[in-house]
């Protein structure tokens, strides 16, 4: 056998740090893809929790509608004293539903909602009790169109018997929410 030439040995030692510095960038893109797709599923998976809430939301308001404009004869105009009773109206004697069932806050994952009331203690809004700023800042649908620039999922205010205007809703004790 024949000795290699030291060419061809420093050829072929090059060739393998070549490998090297290839096998660590494709290590490296691989990590930075994975980082980017969980981010971005993190994005999508709160983009998908702001809808649902604005569709819980939705279902809020209309409940609180609805428990004010169905009142029985001879009683006054109010808003539920609990959530709970959007479930089973207590003012009448037999079972009346303005809500199917409490929902969960998509944001928190707790069945806790914050509410607001009137000064008779009736609810008049609903609202989540996350601090965490929206993915979403514009282009609300037109019954939630006083959620623009809101810096607080907790200021998304789904409320019904209350002015609202691009600025806010006036609440019952006189502040502008």
Request: net charge positive; charged share 20%; hydrophobic share 40%.
């Amino acid at each position: 056998m024949t000795p290699m030439p030291t060419r061809l040995l420093r050829a072929r030692h090059h060739h393998r740090g070549f490998t090297y510095l290839a096998a660590m960038f494709a290590v490296a893109t691989l990590g930075l893809a994975a980082a980017a797709t969980v981010h971005f599923g993190a994005v999508y998976e709160r983009r998908h929790a702001e809808a649902e809430l604005l569709a819980i939301g939705a279902e809020f308001r209309a409940a609180l509608r609805s428990y004010r404009d169905k009142h029985p004869s001879g009683q006054q105009q109010s808003g539920p004293q609990r959530l709970e009773d959007l479930l089973n109206d207590p003012r009448y004697p037999y079972a009346v539903r303005h809500l199917r069932r409490l929902y969960v806050d998509p944001i928190t994952g707790h069945a806790r909602w914050g509410v607001i009331r009137d000064t008779d203690g009736g609810i008049v809004a609903v609202h989540s009790l996350s601090a965490q700023q929206p993915i979403r800042m514009k282009h609300f649908p037109p019954d939630f169109f006083f959620f623009d620039e809101r810096q607080r999922y907790s200021d998304w205010l789904f409320v019904w018997g209350v002015q609202c205007t691009n600025s806010g809703c006036l609440m019952p004790d006189g502040r502008l929410r």
